[in-house]
């Protein structure tokens, strides 16, 4: 069996979880709803305050739906109760980033400055011009737009330059050196 997919998920209070036909689940809290169609072959069921996840046979494709699906249910519980986010460091002389409304405006060292709009569900909060946040109750939705915000100027490993996760760490290299 399934080591995650086992583990039944706890819904704490104020989480109304409610399992339609088609295994489409809608989870709603205290941050928002969240609604997601999960494959059909799982059984997912509610008993006392907890979701268990079952699968129908031993076949490869449902082992590795089993634990994915559990995971998803939870990650959804998870998002409407305390929420995602990601920090993202914009490092090199020159680069900062500016917030007007839903835009976040990054000045990255190109010809022209790199406008983005803040996708539904999902806010960039700002900390001084260098660190931007990105919030929301989809786990999924924030680690696209801060991967899509990370691709505008990707980190180059000679002077650590770009825009990179705050918990990453960038391999340097070392430069070239000069003739003797």
Same mark, same amino acid.
């Given at each position: 069996?399934?080591?995650?997919?086992?583990?039944?998920?706890?819904?704490?209070?104020?989480?109304?979880?409610? $399992?339609?036909?088609?295994?489409?689940?809608?989870?709603?809290? +205290?941050?928002?709803?969240?609604?997601?169609?999960?494959?059909?072959?799982?059984?997912?069921?509610? /008993?006392?305050?907890? $979701?268990?996840?079952?699968? +129908?046979?031993?076949?490869?494709?449902?082992?590795?739906?089993?634990?994915?699906?559990?995971?998803? %249910?939870?990650?959804?519980?998870?998002? %409407?109760?305390?929420?995602?986010?990601?920090?993202?460091?914009?490092?090199?002389?020159?680069?900062?980033?500016?917030?007007?409304?839903?835009?976040?405006?990054?000045?990255?060292?190109?010809?022209?400055? %790199?406008?983005?709009?803040?996708?539904?569900?999902?806010?960039?909060?700002?900390?001084?011009?260098?660190?931007?946040?990105?919030?929301?109750?989809?786990?999924e939705k924030v680690?696209?737009y801060a991967a899509?915000?990370?691709?505008?100027?990707?980190?180059?490993?000679?002077?650590?330059?770009?825009?990179?996760?705050?918990?990453?760490?960038?391999?340097?290299?070392?430069? /070239?050196?000069?003739?003797k």
């Open positions: 069996m399934s080591r995650i997919g086992r583990m039944p998920v706890a819904v704490p209070a104020g989480v109304t979880v409610t $399992i339609a036909e088609g295994n489409k689940v809608t989870v709603k809290g +205290p941050k928002g709803t969240l609604e997601r169609e999960l494959p059909a072959e799982m059984s997912i069921e509610q /008993k006392d305050g907890q $979701i268990i996840v079952s699968r +129908p046979n031993d076949l490869k494709k449902m082992k590795s739906l089993h634990g994915l699906t559990r995971t998803l %249910v939870n990650n959804m519980i998870h998002g %409407v109760t305390e929420g995602y986010e990601k920090v993202l460091e914009v490092n090199g002389v020159g680069y900062r980033a500016a917030k007007q409304g839903k835009k976040l405006t990054l000045s990255l060292g190109y010809s022209h400055p %790199v406008e983005m709009e803040d996708p539904e569900g999902i806010e960039t909060v700002l900390e001084g011009q260098n660190k931007i946040t990105v919030k929301g109750i989809s786990k680690g696209q899509e915000i990370r691709d505008k100027r990707r980190p180059e490993p000679y002077k650590g330059k770009g825009i990179k996760y705050a918990d990453e760490v960038i391999r340097r290299k070392v430069g /070239k050196t000069g003739k």
